[in-house]
């Protein structure tokens, strides 16, 4: 074959142990090494993914063992910006979930968490949101909001989960718990539910943003960005910022 034809041959090459490998591995010509080296290092890459994803689900994986089905990943977006709400999803995963990509959303372009986002909702057992606004943000602390934020959004699934997994924190709920420090990073159900919630949340910044286009919502997300913060001392605080928040809150005290 010409290699124009090894290379679409190689590109259905899955495993290592194919035999085109073994075919080809003497072959003198510079393009068919190339093409060899590229295929071992696109299943390499696969193979990385794959036990990526199988670690991440092995927290699912032993409470599945034990009979406990129903494992709700909660997590929040929107703790740390000085205007608009707290987002918080919860998300009950299948056992047969295999989409490699779904990771801390911190990690994903905003094109491949809005991919996942119809992915993870299609397959999803159940999932559901909760919105906290920044009017109680401000009469609770942000902690407590955040709380109250995820207990909605299990309260809000169509099936009452048998555990939770929650990122760094937990809720006020009578069902078993399970805090995990950057949980986003360690299990699926938790990096589903982050990148739920962050794509709810872009969105509501990005309406907000239509409102109030001096803040630059749409780009910062809320954040404290030099622009932001130009455009408060500028125009001052909207309805939307958080006023117990500084430097906010030192804008509505002068």
């Given at each position: ?74 997590d929040e977006v929107g703790r740390g910006p000085l205007a608009g709400p707290v987002v918080a999803a919860a998300v009950i995963l299948p056992h047969d979930f295999k989409i490699l990509e779904v990771n801390d959303s911190k990690k994903l ?18 999932y559901a949101y909760a919105v906290i606004d920044n009017h109680v943000i401000d009469e609770v602390n942000i902690y407590q909001a955040t709380r109250i934020a995820m207990k909605q959004a299990v309260e809000s699934l169509d099936v009452k ?94």
């Amino acid at each position: 074959m010409n290699i124009k034809e090894i290379k679409e041959s190689f590109m259905r090459v899955r495993e290592t142990q194919d035999p085109l490998f073994s075919l080809y591995k003497d072959d003198k010509r510079k393009g068919v090494q190339n093409i060899i080296k590229q295929t071992q290092s696109r299943i390499a890459r696969q193979q990385k993914a794959e036990n990526d994803f199988e670690k991440r689900f092995e927290i699912e994986t032993n409470f599945w063992s034990q009979g406990i089905n129903l494992i709700a990943g909660i997590d929040e977006v929107g703790r740390g910006p000085l205007a608009g709400p707290v987002v918080a999803a919860a998300v009950i995963l299948p056992h047969d979930f295999k989409i490699l990509e779904v990771n801390d959303s911190k990690k994903l372009t905003d094109q491949k968490r809005r991919e996942l986002v119809e992915i993870i909702k299609e397959q999803a057992i159940s999932y559901a949101y909760a919105v906290i606004d920044n009017h109680v943000i401000d009469e609770v602390n942000i902690y407590q909001a955040t709380r109250i934020a995820m207990k909605q959004a299990v309260e809000s699934l169509d099936v009452k989960p048998q555990q939770l997994l929650i990122d760094a924190m937990d809720i006020d709920l009578d069902i078993p718990q399970l805090k995990i420090i950057k949980g986003d990073a360690k299990s699926n159900s938790i990096a589903a539910a982050s990148i739920l919630a962050k794509v709810m949340r872009d969105d509501l910044m990005i309406k907000y943003h239509k409102q109030y286009p001096e803040y630059d919502f749409c780009n910062n997300d809320g954040y404290g960005t030099p622009k932001h913060l130009a455009a408060l001392e500028t125009y001052g605080v909207t309805p939307i910022h958080r006023k117990t928040f500084a430097p906010v809150k030192d804008l509505t005290q002068k």
